[in-house]
């Protein structure tokens, strides 16, 4: 395969206005998620939960895997999967000690149980491979419905929820001391990260979540530190990836996750160089005020 094969795969835009106008609920949908995406990352960065949205994918995975092999709604088995790996891991304390361990081991059996229930899956190949990598498909208006108004209602639960959750991830103990019912509030957190894991899974696939529900909010915290701007950077960042690597991927022959990885991933690159030479000038300003005076 010559170079030119290769981006004729990555980039071909023959009859793009007639493809676009296809996927507009697809775009719409992209959009949606990009938005929850970006204000569930926000949290998810302050609570150090980013290896916790890793193994929940994988069990919402095996749960969207067994939907697929039994007839049943691939969307509703893997909402079941994410939403109970959510729960074992709030119930279990994801800040305790052992939280690492335990979505180790959760991770590998999400994995295992998924690809057996592909293995034994007998339908096309694509619907396989759309579940690990995402892909574009002709989302309908009633779907797009759906998902919209799950997307608003954990939204909305958020918002519910936001201050007294900044206060339990910026200072659990304090906040505990405080009368904040910590706890109650992770496991809630961890059922709506469940519900955003198994949305996000329909665009970006199993294995490549975390570039919706990590990275925007990881290159928003490189160029600030007010909690509003971050995130509406988060936001931003997310559904310029979602929603540019929807138009990307219509104009190629790949899935759609390397598309918004690579996107995401950039934001992430850009966004790191310029905090980088931000705290470099501020470091420099720092010490250019400290030198003494020369004397005269």
């Avoid at 979602?242 to 992430?268: D, N």
């Amino acid at each position: 395969m010559d170079l030119g094969t290769v981006l004729n795969s990555i980039f071909n835009f023959e009859n793009y206005g007639e493809l676009l106008v296809l996927v507009q609920n697809s775009i719409w949908a992209g959009a949606v998620l990009g938005l929850l995406g970006g204000l569930m990352g926000t949290f998810v960065m302050k609570r150090d939960l980013a290896f916790a949205v890793h193994g929940i994918s994988e069990l919402s995975f095996a749960g969207a895997a067994f939907a697929l092999l039994i007839g049943a709604n691939i969307v509703l088995g893997s909402l079941a999967g994410s939403v109970t790996a959510a729960l074992v891991l709030g119930v279990m304390g994801v800040r305790a000690r052992d939280k690492n361990s335990i979505i180790g081991v959760i991770m590998p059996f999400g994995l295992g149980l998924g690809i057996l229930f592909l293995s034994l899956y007998e339908g096309r190949a694509a619907n396989k491979f759309g579940l690990l990598t995402g892909q574009i498909v002709s989302v309908g208006t009633v779907q797009l419905q759906v998902l919209a108004a799950v997307a608003v209602a954990v939204m909305l639960a958020l918002v519910a929820i936001w201050r007294p959750l900044t206060f339990a991830s910026v200072d659990p103990e304090v906040a505990a001391a405080r009368g904040v019912p910590v706890r109650a509030l992770a496991i809630g957190f961890m059922v709506l990260l469940g519900v955003s894991v198994a949305l996000s899974i329909q665009i970006v696939g199993a294995l490549l979540v975390l570039a919706l529900l990590i990275t925007p909010a990881a290159a928003a915290l490189r160029v600030s530190s007010s909690p509003r701007l971050v995130v509406t950077l988060s936001v931003v960042f997310a559904m310029t990836a979602t929603v540019g690597g929807i138009l990307l991927a219509l104009g190629g022959r790949l899935p759609i996750s390397p598309y918004v990885t690579t996107l995401s991933f950039l934001i992430y690159v850009v966004c790191r160089v310029i905090g980088g030479i931000r705290v470099k000038r501020g470091i420099n300003g720092r010490v250019l005020r400290s030198s003494p005076v020369p004397a005269t």
